[in-house]
């Protein structure tokens, strides 16, 4: 990738759009309104509150991220999506239960005024969702132009200068490619033909590359991760990152897993299991959903671990990933992880992790950090794969053949030293010989 020999100012109104305006996005925007108003803390969010290190360690060089590169700010953002239900961001949240009544009641005039555009729905990818604020269109290469037309009359009406989009949809039916997204000539055929490859997220993300608007894909969803999508990214100039969030479950297991390769400690089982009771947790109920879930949360280990290289210590893990929709437990997600794992002379022992978690409140910061950062790429003139922001999903896009890094911490190194190398500051090693020389 080319080295940016500058970056163009955030001056003016960043519009962030959100496909599925839930609970995850709702929480967004909730919070953002209460931070910039000083009702709240943007926990979490590493472009608001993480710090980076420059130079040698005896400098004490710690500037906030924020102070280092040109970012936008709370105070620039305009917030808009779609949905395929009509409520607007107040009546969503409320429905989505995760914020607290005071929370809400001190920005409802702001989410009220809200409201989503209608939403692409073409049911047979999201089975156990019924969608009423839909879009109709004779073909799907028509779906498309109706959100270019969402983009650009958004653009003009809330005074935007720049876009990003963020997908907080629900996760879809199991897709692998196929032949319609081998190229840009082929998808744009298969949108003619509503070609069933392409889904509802496709859609989206098509008309978004076309209008250069920087895309991150928030589900394991199969939505800008081949070819043709590669291809469109690099002829629009535009970034692209994926694929679904790392919040909860999956989180813990990139911040353990990369501890007991560290030690060199074997393991023979990782058994988890969740329980979750919002609109993501009943669209998992469905076991083409599920699949898709699945795929993402189950490649972690293997990437980390690299059995191939240990298999004494991980040739033989057993990895099982179950997932049940509880509707009482709401946006409060719980999940249980057993593992097995075994030391010196193979003598085993055991883990176990509860981890009672708020899902979107977990993914709120990563969306805001992805929509910062991927608008930050664009000014950079980045385009394509944005790999360096792997540290935010479960299944890191790559470039073809390159396996992706899961390490949380691999991860973070990888942020911090791009964000280093855009604006001409040395990247760290963390060798360290030179304060013994």
Known sequence: MK????????????????????AVATTTMAGVLLARAGKGLPVGALSQMG?????????KRVPKISEFVPLAGLDQLE??????????????????RVLERDHLEAVKGELEQIRPMKGVFYPGYVKRLHGTHIKTAGTKAEMVEQVRDDIRTFKRDRACDRLV??????????????????????FEDGLRRDDPGISNAQIYAWACMKERVPFANGAPNLCVDFPAAWDMAREYNVPLAGKDFKTGQTLMKTILAPGFKARMLGLAGWYSTNILGNRDGEVLDDPDSFRTKEVSKLGVL??????????????E?????????????????EGWDNIDLFG????????????????????????????IFLDLAQRADL?????????????????????PEHDLFIQLMKLKNTLRWMVGEPTISHLGTEYYD
């Open 3 to 22: 080295k940016p020999t500058s970056i163009r100012s955030p001056a003016g109104k960043l519009g962030i759009l959100l496909p599925g305006m839930g």
């Open 51 to 59: 710090t980076i290190r420059l130079g040698k360690r005896t400098d």
């Open 79 to 96: 917030f808009g999506g779609w949905d395929i239900f009509p409520d607007n961001a107040f009546e969503a949240a409320q429905h989505a």
């Open 165 to 186: 989009a963020v997908w907080c949809g629900s996760t879809e039916a199991f897709i692998t490619t196929g032949p319609v997204h081998a190229s840009v000539d082929a």
């Open 302 to 315: 293997d990437h980390i671990l690299q059995p191939e290289l240990y298999p004494q210590l991980y040739g």
């Open 317 to 333: 893990l057993v990895h099982k990933v179950r997932i049940d929709y509880y509707q009482p437990r709401g946006d409060s997600k």
């Open 344 to 371: 010196w002379l193979g003598y085993p022992m055991q883990m176990k992790v509860n981890f009672l978690c708020r899902d979107s409140i977990l993914a709120a910061p990563v969306v805001l950090d992805l929509a």
């Open 383 to 403: 385009r394509g794969t944005q790999e360096w922001l792997s540290f935010y999903f479960k299944s890191p896009m790559t470039a073809p053949g390159l396996y």
